[in-house]
């Protein structure tokens, strides 16, 4: 559905300073929406979306100033709301994060050939608990409790087989 022009950015509430010293402002109507955060008093401005059929969708904006923060927020309300949506990125999974930093990591290539094949083990295992397909942004402090105790039985040679 093509738009004939583009909406006025309506801000829906005004600047908020929540207890902490955080601001926050909400730009748009419903279903197409941008918040904008900040985690830290005086910290760096996010904006954070919901994009229909993609998710969630959360970036920094580089900017500790209020006005700047709006203004990009703006920005990025207009390209959305036109239909110039951000690309696309498949999700971090846990395999690819372990492939990711065998590769770019100057750390881990600079470790020893005994260090790095048993970080090599730790993340053969931390991969066969979880599966090496888990989205890495899913990943919660309960699933990470039982899953590490099923890692461990396996580990000790409980299950080892």
């Known amino acids: 559905m093509a738009r004939s022009r583009r909406p006025e950015v309506e801000v829906r509430t005004d600047w908020h300073q929540s207890e902490k010293g955080c601001w926050s402002l909400s730009l748009g109507e419903r279903g197409c929406r941008v918040r904008?955060?900040?985690?830290?008093?005086?910290?760096?401005?996010?904006?954070?979306?919901?994009?229909?059929?993609?998710?969630?969708?959360?970036?920094s904006l580089h900017t500790t100033?209020?006005?700047?923060?709006?203004?990009?927020?703006?920005?990025?309300?207009?390209?959305?709301?036109?239909?110039?949506?951000p690309p696309r990125f498949s999700p971090l999974t846990l395999g690819g994060l372990w492939e990711r930093y065998q590769r770019e990591a100057v750390a881990y290539r600079e470790l020893t050939e005994r260090t790095r094949k048993q970080r090599d083990s730790h993340a053969r295992l931390l991969l066969s608990a979880f599966g090496s397909d888990k989205v890495v942004e899913y990943l919660t402090l309960v699933g990470w409790s039982s899953t590490y105790r099923s890692a461990s039985v396996v580990r000790d040679g409980v299950m080892a087989g």
Do not use: C, H
């Open 36 to 59: 904008v955060t900040q985690r830290a008093p005086g910290g760096v401005f996010f904006r954070e979306t919901w994009i229909e059929g993609r998710g969630r969708n959360m970036a």
């Open 65 to 85: 100033d209020r006005e700047e923060a709006k203004q990009r927020a703006e920005a990025f309300y207009l390209a959305l709301s036109a239909g110039d949506q």
